[in-house]
């Protein structure tokens, strides 16, 4: 039997449209010690649902941020208000299995003593472990975001034309792996020890919304972790419910991330040149966004 060992962290905002399935499906998921969700001042009765279940179930557990201040902040906050020895950030329009979380438990902890095995003696310490699962959306269509490379970014530099000759980011699953390494996964399901977590330093606050579990996973593996994708543990993710009401917010974000993390892990070994061409990249990108930004906006203020 799996000994309940999971804090779920849930990061809400205008989630009122999924966040009661969620937390019904963690609240009857095993390993599940403690869920908190810290919700980023949501309008749209998302906290009414979340009371609810805090009432019902003292596992159950918010914060109610008065504004914003960011999905890594929040999933920051999640963790610090909790104490079990591993967590699991959960988007809140991710519908899990009751075995979900516990299978990618037990993978977690399989796995990381296969690579102290392989890595040194039988008897070393287990490697750290970062593991997302197969998400798909309610069609069973695969998430490419579950299996990533880190960008490329000389490849946004070569053109539309010759983008698709680089590294791509969305990595294809090997169905002959159940644990498929891979550079990063997705930040709307990801499981690891506390323990790593308080090593990296958390989340980096400095993103707002977007490209943050590139980083994270990043400097997980910078600090030895291995990181990989259960093929096996398939959980569905609705995607983009709360982002839809604000695109152009999204693009934004999303493109400064990318900004972030290129000056993070790429731009110290990069010329001045290369550093200034990949920021005009980046910015000529979110451009020619804005024409779909602006149907998307005239889409959602249409009565």
């Not at 009371?51 to 159950?60: E, F, G, I, S, T």
């Not at 061409?277 to 451009?287: F, K, P, S």
């Amino acid at each position: 039997m799996t000994v309940a060992a999971v804090a779920a962290i849930v990061v809400s905002h205008q989630s009122a449209g999924t966040i009661d399935a969620c937390l019904a499906r963690l609240r009857a998921a095993a390993a599940v010690a403690e869920i908190r969700v810290v919700d980023n001042a949501s309008s749209d009765g998302t906290l009414v649902v979340v009371q609810r279940h805090a009432l019902a179930d003292p596992r159950v557990r918010f914060v109610a941020n008065p504004d914003n201040p960011g999905f890594a902040v929040a999933c920051n906050q999640g963790a610090a208000d909790s104490t079990a020895p591993w967590l699991a950030f959960v988007n809140p329009d991710c519908m899990l299995e009751p075995d979900s979380l516990a299978r990618l438990l037990a993978h977690a902890q399989a796995l990381g003593r296969a690579e102290a095995s392989a890595g040194a003696s039988a008897g070393a310490a287990a490697v750290d472990v970062l593991l997302g699962a197969d998400l798909v959306d309610e069609d069973g269509v695969r998430d490419g975001a579950a299996r990533r490379n880190d960008p490329d970014f000389l490849a946004m530099l070569r053109g539309p034309l010759q983008a698709r000759h680089g590294r791509p980011l969305d990595v294809e699953v090997d169905p002959a792996q159940v644990l498929q390494r891979v550079d990063a996964v997705s930040g709307a399901l990801m499981l690891l020890s506390r323990a790593l977590f308080v090593r990296i330093d958390g989340f980096d606050a400095g993103y707002r919304l977007h490209v943050e579990d590139l980083d994270f996973c990043r400097r997980a593996r910078e600090a030895g972790a291995t990181v990989a994708v259960a093929n096996d543990v398939r959980v569905v993710h609705v995607r983009g419910v709360s982002a839809r009401s604000r695109p152009g917010f999204v693009e934004w974000h999303k493109h400064r991330g990318l900004w972030r993390y290129f000056r993070r892990f790429e731009a110290p070994r990069r010329g001045w040149l290369v550093r200034t061409a990949v920021w005009g990249a980046v910015w000529l990108h979110w451009a020619s966004r804005l024409p779909a930004v602006f149907m998307a906006n005239a889409r959602v203020a249409a009565p």
